[in-house]
């Protein structure tokens, strides 16, 4: 599986946008990113996935760069309750073996403050 | 909306003893899992489950573990005999079927296994 870097941690202003930057250079063309994220010791919870192509639900926006080398995960709106750490993970696609498994690293831990 | 649900919440045991840990998953969902965090530490794979079998296992789960779905609905963790490292939160994850599904899993609260 293909390895991501995030930064250790980052501080936002509530209200403000939160951009959580990933690098995943070594990502293969059949793999997804992923963003999942823990408030506090609870169960990881899914955010967004994407392919290639930019991706936005009711949580967030996931921006993949042309190359794929990249992505950045966009709160646009952070709340108090957004502070969590945020898992940016690259996954092969269903029809891999060992796509089951979700292989977490250490993320991104964000600070929402008032 | 569905969630995943744990039992126990926080389970004490003494190193040596066997614990079950307890999870029901969403209810049309076919695919599970187990992963555990060390306090302070990343979350790790355990095993994946799917049509009465694991799937896929990691190292850290050996023989001193098994699962079980021994209904319809529950899915269950089984540590034969608990060491001090065995300490940490164990997650239960679920997702749906193939064809439905976004390939998401479906976190639960955890369960704080403490190995005295």
């Known amino acids: 599986d293909a390895k991501t870097t995030q930064p250790t941690s980052m501080d936002c202003a509530e209200g403000r946008a939160a951009n959580l930057p990933c690098n995943h250079s070594t990502i293969s063309g059949n793999e997804y990113v992923y963003w999942y994220r823990q408030i506090h010791s609870q169960g990881p919870q899914y955010i967004i996935h994407?392919?290639?192509n930019n991706e936005t639900n009711e949580m967030a926006s996931l921006i993949i760069t042309e190359d794929r080398k990249s992505s950045t995960l966009i709160l646009p709106h952070a709340t108090l309750r957004d502070t969590a750490v945020y898992y940016c993970i690259v996954r092969p696609s269903y029809l891999n073996t060992g796509f089951q498994k979700l292989v977490f690293g250490t993320g991104t831990r964000l600070l929402v403050s008032p | 909306e569905p969630e995943v649900t744990q039992t126990p919440s926080h389970q004490v045991t003494q190193m040596g003893q066997e614990v079950i840990l307890r999870c029901v998953p969403i209810?049309?969902?076919?695919?599970f899992y187990w992963y555990r965090q060390i306090l302070g530490q990343k979350v790790e794979f355990l095993v994946s489950f799917y049509n009465n079998e694991i799937s896929e296992k990691s190292e850290i789960f050996d023989d001193q573990f098994s699962v079980e779905r021994p209904d319809g609905s529950n899915f269950t963790l089984k540590i034969r005999s608990t060491k001090l490292e065995d300490s940490a939160m164990y997650f239960c994850?679920?997702?749906?079927?193939?064809?439905?599904?976004?390939?998401?899993?479906?976190f639960g609260p955890g369960t704080r296994l403490t190995v005295t």
């Open positions: 994407g392919l290639k």
């Open positions: 994850a679920s997702r749906e079927p193939d064809g439905l599904s976004t390939y998401e899993q479906y």
């Open positions: 209810s049309n969902h076919l695919y």
